[in-house]
């Protein structure tokens, strides 16, 4: 029987690659700064049939319960918007998201 994602978080394998997600950014939150708050790792990516240990290490972020919750909803609403929006004009978006990065000097994340 599959397991239910909650048990797959409280797998030692998630864990080990939670606590790094949490040292790689200094046990603070990489929206707002926050070291006081309680963190969790935001998943910037799913893939079906991928556990949450196997997901890409560089689309792991380190946010406190606030961000997590504001950001999750703004990701939810970016996939809408992407699946409402013609494919031919999936090179122009990637485009526009890469040239953001860019301007808003974020490094490349090393993987875990």
Request: proline content about 4%.
């Given at each position: 029987?599959?397991?239910?994602?909650?048990?797959?978080?409280?797998?030692?394998?998630?864990?080990?690659?939670?606590?790094?997600?949490f040292?790689?950014?200094?046990?603070?939150?990489?929206?707002?700064?926050?070291?006081?708050?309680?963190?969790s790792?935001h998943?910037?990516?799913?893939?079906?049939?991928?556990?949450?240990?196997?997901?890409?290490?560089?689309?792991?972020?380190?946010l406190?319960?606030?961000?997590?919750?504001?950001?999750?909803?703004?990701?939810?609403?970016?996939?809408?918007?992407?699946?409402?929006?013609?494919?031919?004009?999936?090179?122009?978006?990637?485009?526009?998201?890469?040239?953001?990065?860019?301007?808003?000097?974020?490094?490349?994340?090393?993987?875990?």
């Amino acid at each position: 029987m599959a397991s239910s994602y909650y048990e797959k978080l409280r797998d030692p394998r998630w864990q080990k690659i939670r606590l790094r997600v949490f040292g790689r950014a200094g046990f603070a939150c990489e929206a707002c700064g926050a070291k006081d708050e309680t963190l969790s790792v935001h998943h910037g990516l799913y893939r079906y049939g991928l556990e949450p240990w196997e997901l890409p290490g560089d689309t792991l972020w380190c946010l406190c319960e606030g961000c997590h919750l504001e950001y999750q909803d703004h990701l939810s609403d970016v996939k809408l918007e992407i699946g409402r929006t013609n494919p031919k004009l999936y090179g122009e978006i990637l485009r526009a998201i890469l040239a953001v990065r860019e301007r808003e000097q974020q490094p490349h994340r090393d993987q875990l």
